[in-house]
């Protein structure tokens, strides 16, 4: 069992950062994919960026790709997601999601534990 805890949200312009962070409980963390996924309100959840167990393989979403950056600390049992240059269609709440798959996946079913989330607002 995998409990994760994001943070880090909140309200900024257009063209500011934020960092999230979500915390995972338990021992396996570095045995764990990691995702980030969000989902504006009346939208389906999406894709966003993924980090494989070591860390070193990322992949992102075309629509952030360049503008954010997803890592983890294993030692920390926490994954990031650094967001820079942000616009109002980045508006969501944002998730993040911890899985088996060795190079972590884009699709949601291929995760098995998820946050809360935490809500990221950007103004205009």
């Known amino acids: 069992q995998v409990q994760l805890v994001e943070s880090g949200g909140g309200l900024v312009q257009t063209g500011g950062s934020l960092r999230l962070s979500c915390a995972a409980s338990g021992r396996t963390f570095s045995s764990y994919s990691m995702g980030w996924f969000r989902q504006a309100s009346g939208k389906e959840r999406e894709f966003v960026a993924r980090i494989s167990r070591n860390g070193v393989i990322t992949y992102y979403s075309d629509s952030v790709k360049g503008r954010f950056t997803i890592s983890r600390d294993n030692a920390k049992n926490t994954v990031y997601l650094q967001m820079n240059s942000l616009k109002p269609e980045d508006t969501a709440v944002y998730y993040c999601?911890?899985?088996?798959?060795?190079?972590?996946?884009?699709?949601?079913?291929?995760?098995?534990?998820w946050g809360q989330g935490t809500q990221v607002t950007v103004s205009s």
């Open positions: 999601a911890a899985g088996v798959a060795l190079f972590g996946s884009s699709r949601p079913r291929e995760y098995d534990y």
